[in-house]
Nanobody, 123 residues
Framework: VQLQASGGGLVQAGGSLRLSCAAS????????IGWFRQAPGKEREFVAA????????FYGGSVKGRFTISRDNTKNTMYLQMNSLKPEDTAVYYC?????????????????WGQGTQVTVSS
């Protein structure tokens, strides 16, 4: 599976962005998918994950209630809708796929990674 993340950019605090992650491969629907992010000087952290059918969904504590993960298996694409963005959301965002139908917040359980897309939130 190859993953291509897009949709990052510069946005003011309080604004919204939608990230997309396009996947190649005919078995995309059998993979759980996750989003992670990494800010400068910090470790990569879990943002959100979704099961193969669209559920369950899991969120990191700092984004719960503001971000929504979804997927469209007919388009081999998943999304991360980010609302009420804060400067501390600034990071490179990565999508990842896990060879399992059940999602996880653990980085080491993901088998495929996209190249990342930069999100910058100005105050």
């Amino acid at each position: 599976v190859q993953l291509q993340a897009s949709g990052g950019g510069l946005v003011q605090a309080g604004g919204s962005l939608r990230l997309s992650c396009a996947a190649s491969g005919r078995t995309f629907s059998s993979y759980a998918i996750g989003w992670f992010r990494q800010a400068p000087g910090k470790e990569r952290e879990f943002v959100a994950a979704i099961g193969w059918s669209g559920s369950p969904t899991f969120y990191g504590g700092s984004v719960k209630g503001r971000f929504t993960i979804s997927r469209d298996n007919t388009k081999n694409t998943m999304y991360l809708q980010m609302n009420s963005l804060k400067p501390e959301d600034t990071a490179v965002y990565y999508c990842a796929a896990k060879r399992s139908t059940w999602p996880s917040g653990r980085l080491d359980e993901y088998d495929y990674w996209g190249q990342g897309t930069q999100v910058t939130v100005s105050s």
